[in-house]
């Protein structure tokens, strides 16, 4: 029997090293990157006092089954280019490779955002501001309009992101009534104004007298620029290239880009009088639309112009598409150049998600790119929808997703280890947000008790399957309506059909139309609509106002295959905001449903005639951020694409509860006593294919019939030549003879001691 420290098995794959005994002859793990388990290092100032990094990583070598670390600085007037941050952050990979625990960095523009601005001072991020006020006509209307005050995790405790300067950009001057301005009375008043003051913080300036009846009102437009660069940018890509490329002698395990998109806006935007704005992003606006100027569009988009709602409609749809689109441009060239840089077996980590939600925050902060944000294995944080989490598994054709999770209470990790297992993932633990005098405490509290021994029972299925949760339904969501405050569905994605129905035990993916535009989401040869691994038993089209004509092709041509097609939401106007009659563009068979609740009762109805397994209901709620969405148990069943059936038991023990009960897996069953988790894989004969288990006692299935000494952690499977391949953990001395006679191929993790 070999012997395997801290589970460094499961991290071989990561470096493109394979043994040949485990994995070499296994159909479902030869590729790699393989699972790793996941946890975060925020570096406060303390790291880099002299050899500061060791007692992070000496504790956690000790103390968790984590074998990746995802790394960032949060750390006042520290940047990456720096010689002696890169110094430090050298010596301490060095010492996390020595310790098992190789790092995937940080190492985002905005962890440079001094360095760019001097490279590059015209290319920073603007920020617009719409004033509407009232003129007067007894005389000069003084108007005076503030920066804001921009600030995230990378600013905290950095360097904010201040207003460099401030600058006059328009004036308009009208009339307005109930169906917007007046088109007659717009006309352009910037050369009448007189700028008394223009500085970073503020700009006040002096409207004249107003002579004009048909004029009575003034929007004023101003913008300061941030420090931090512009989406935009030209020289955006290759900078953010140029960081990688300094850090390319530094031995990591990959590279993180983390809630990448414009800073961030708290509010959402309620007045939608902020844009998002550059000189570079002007010209990228004129070429898509054909010459229009995003100044002039602004004001169309903010308070709209009586008889051109068409326009304002495609205006929206046009500036929210740029968001979305050079947001995920930015990404993907991020993970191109990682894997260029670093090596194609480099990772790529930590989430595209920032409000843990997808709704108005997260359209004004990246257009809600989270599905062309590419990683290497799905990523999402704090609160973010299940339907989310296992959408963007399939987009990635990830086994997993790793949600990045932290919170005040050790009990609420304690639920999500499990039940993140039901909903097809895993927690990469954030040990709260770090402070100076709390950063380490805050990661030895769940170094303590029984979450880790939980987590390492987690880690047994990464060896016996690599596939995503089944998920019958997919909800796919007019991503421009959703997003266009002038239309009729502005901040509504449809997840209230996909919490009913995970609620019901019908798990469904959340994705958005945008991913019928780029081919990802699928019709397969047999007609099935798929996602990745994934094919669909039924598929809602919600809220489809604005869509470009490929989604009636799209459906038009599934309408034949076995996918039953649902629809909720009228589809009136194309994506310039052009009449369009979506009922008729849209095939006949598709069943359209008044509501939401209508939604999910056909949909349920449907499944259960096509006799679609149940899995374990999403009986939990869990939320903040001004939300709440469904999540599942901690005891409980899933299932797999690939078949596998996973039972998870930690109501009461974090470490895991008895589970001794017998399972259904297709038409066979399974009986187990065990602890915790109870995992197998049948073929069609009832065969054993797979199994994984915490604390076994007993297992059958079929013919196979194990029974053991003493309860043992362990993970076994077959390969393509029908051999046994095996792993227990926390065990010493001689395996039990029932293990040696199935095979002499077995590996030993050790477990993590618990921290006192």
Known sequence: MRIVLRGFLCWLGLWGIQNPAVHAANPIAVNPPAIPTLGCWFWSQ??????????????????????????????????????DTHAQIKAAALYAQQCGIPMVLDLDVRLARQAFQREYPGELQEQL??????????GPVEVEIHASELSDHYTARTTPYISLRGALRRVYAYTRGPEGIDPASLRDITPDCSVVESSPERIKLILKRNADENAAKACVMVSFTHLTPDVFAPHLLEFQRRILKRYADVPLAGACKDEWGFPPCFDGNPEKNRFWYSSARAE????????????ADCLLMYRGLAGQERARWAAVNHFMDMSRLRNGAVEQDFYLAVKEIFGATAIVATHPTWWPYPEAREFEKNGLHWWAARRDWAQTDEVTPFAARTSLCKKWNSPVWFNMYYSSSKSDY????????????????????????????????????????????????????????????AVVFGHANAMNWAGGGYNDVGMSIADGLWRAGYPADLIPSSEIDNGSLGIDAAGWIHYGPQRYAAVILYHPDFEKPGTARFFHTAASGPTALFRCGDWTKDFEGNDFDGQAALPASMTVLPDATAAVSAIIQHLRQRNIPLQSPASLSFGSFGHVSSCPPVEGFCRLIDGTVIQVAGTRNVAGDPIRRTIRIGKHEAVFDAEGLAAARLDENGKLLALAAGGLREFSAGDFHLILPAPLDLALWRDAGNRFHGVVQGHAGPLPEPLRALTTDWVALSLPNVLE
Request: hydrophobic content about 35%.
């Open 284 to 295: 990228t606006y004129a070429q898509r639309t054909g010459g229009r100027d995003l100044l």
């Open 414 to 473: 304690e639920q999500q280890v499990w039940a993140s297992v039901l909903g097809g993932g895993r927690v990469n633990y954030h040990p709260l947000y770090p402070s100076e005098k709390r950063s380490l405490e805050n990661s030895r509290a769940l170094l303590r008790g029984g979450l880790m021994r939980a987590e390492s029972r987690v880690r047994l299925l990464n060896f016996i399957t690599h596939s995503p949760l089944d998920c019958p339904v």
């Open 129 to 138: 501001i719409l004033r509407e006020v009232d003129l007067s006509s007894s």
């Open 46 to 83: 303390a790291e880099f006092e002299p050899e500061g990094y060791k007692t992070f990583l000496n504790m956690v070598k000790d103390h968790s089954p984590y074998n990746l670390l995802t790394t960032s600085l949060r750390i006042p007037r520290k940047e990456l280019l720096e010689d």
